[in-house]
């Protein structure tokens, strides 16, 4: 099972790349991100046609989360538990990112798709908002775990996890995705007992999925690795392989973002 993970930043925008990148990458499962349309105006027809069947969880003109699988979903939950109270401002939490189905392959699988909030400006209270959201996400993980499951959480995570993970770490100290709080809630669900898939396939410095649009950041290698599989131990168990599709980034109209795979033996 080939799963990849991509923040497509607006799939009306970005549509002709994104059939593109579909009909040669052929994913089994794919996982978008800030899709930035409500359900109704999705263009699901399009991904059917291809042989996938959809699930979103959409919201007008910002974030939004999808799953396209040429396999069976299963058991489709939208929305990150927790939401009574969660808001920016102690409000319930509304803001569409994060969705969950079963995916039926060889073995299930539990795919849990994910678009963390940015949090800036830090601190203030969209970076509050980040850190609650990051707490629920770890309670999220917790039961995943006791429940046994071949399951990942996947998507974009906005966080930088160490300094490895950027260009130019330094620029990046006081941003909410670097932040010393930001990279600790991240570890705590981390070691809770799960694999980052990417880490577990290679080492080292100079591999980002994201470069910014302003200042060359593309041409000047200038990026972040802010999109990751995080793997329950009964997933991790099933890993082949984890890579990211940097080369898409220099395609026509790209998204910032690039897609990030695992393949599976489900």
């Known amino acids: 099972m080939k799963i990849a993970t991509f923040n497509i930043n607006g799939v009306k925008a970005r549509i002709g790349a994104l059939t593109d990148w579909i009909d040669e990458a052929q994913p ?9 349309s409500v359900d109704e105006g999705f263009p699901r027809e399009v991904f059917e046609d291809k042989g996938y069947n959809v699930e979103t969880h959409g919201q007008k003109g910002f974030n939004g989360v ?3 699988s040429k396999l069976p979903l299963e058991d489709v939950t939208r929305g990150l538990p927790g939401a009574q109270g969660a808001g920016r401002d102690g ?26 909030p940015n949090g800036n400006p830090a601190p203030g209270p969209k970076y509050d908002y980040k850190l609650r959201w990051m707490e629920r996400l770890r309670a999220r993980a917790q039961q ?33 995705l670097f ?11 981390l070691n809770l007992g799960f694999t980052e898939a990417f880490r ?11 470069w910014d649009y302003q200042a060359g950041a593309w041409d000047k290698n200038d990026g972040i690795r ?12 099933l890993l082949n392989n984890c890579w990211i599709e940097k080369d898409l980034r220099a395609r026509e109209k790209p998204s910032d973002h690039v897609p990030v795979w695992v393949e599976l033996a489900a």
């Open 179 to 189: 932040r010393q709080e930001s990279r600790d809630a991240y570890r705590r669900i």
């Open 28 to 36: 089994d499962v794919a996982v978008l991100q800030e899709i930035k």
């Open 91 to 116: 409000e319930d939490d509304i803001e569409a990112r994060y969705i969950e189905a079963t995916v039926v392959g060889e073995k299930a699988v539990r795919i849990c798709g994910l678009y963390l």
């Open 226 to 237: 802010i999109d990751h599989f995080l793997l329950t131990p009964q997933c991790a168990d």
């Open 66 to 68: 999808a799953l396209l």
């Open 200 to 210: 577990a396939r290679e080492a080292g410095a100079g591999h980002y999925s994201f």
């Open 144 to 176: 995943l775990l006791e429940h046994e499951e071949i399951a990942l959480m996947c998507g974009d995570y906005n966080i930088i996890p160490q300094a490895e993970d950027a260009a130019r770490p330094d620029a990046w100290r006081d941003d909410a």
